[in-house]
């Protein structure tokens, strides 16, 4: 079983920075792709970045291409994605998720292939 637990959402002006945190519990953190989801109020949650589990590859929404990098630190359990140039339209609920994968190059982008879940942090950003 893995716990995952969210950090660094807030509420900030347009164009301002952030930087959220997934915090994993377990020895086997680096066994799962990572990622990134969204759900923004009466939308779909939807995926905004992805990373392997060796951390070497990373794929993003083109909507976050070039303003948001996905990392991790396999050795403290953690994933981050720092957004810059935040809009309007970031505002969500932001969600990290962790899919197992045989594969260390791996990044999964389908949302049923992920496994665990958080409970979220709300990024809002104001006009």
């Known amino acids: 079983q893995v716990q995952l637990v969210e950090s660094g959402g807030g509420l900030v002006q347009a164009g301002a920075s952030l930087r959220l945190s997934c915090a994993s519990s377990?020895?086997?953190?680096?066994?799962?792709?990572m990622g990134w989801f969204r759900q923004a109020p009466g939308k779909e949650r939807e995926f905004a970045a992805g990373i392997s589990r060796s951390g070497r590859s990373t794929y993003y929404q083109d909507s976050v291409k070039g303003r948001f990098t996905i990392s991790r630190d396999n050795a403290k359990n953690t994933m981050y994605l720092q957004m810059n140039s935040l809009k309007p339209e970031d505002t969500a609920h932001y969600y990290c998720?962790?899919?197992?994968?045989?594969?260390?190059?791996?990044?999964?982008?389908?949302?049923?292939?992920?496994?665990?879940w958080g409970q979220g942090t709300q990024v809002t950003v104001s006009a």
């Open positions: 377990g020895r086997t953190f680096s066994s799962y792709a």
């Open positions: 998720a962790a899919g197992n994968t045989l594969d260390p190059s791996r990044v999964v982008t389908d949302e049923i292939a992920y496994n665990y």
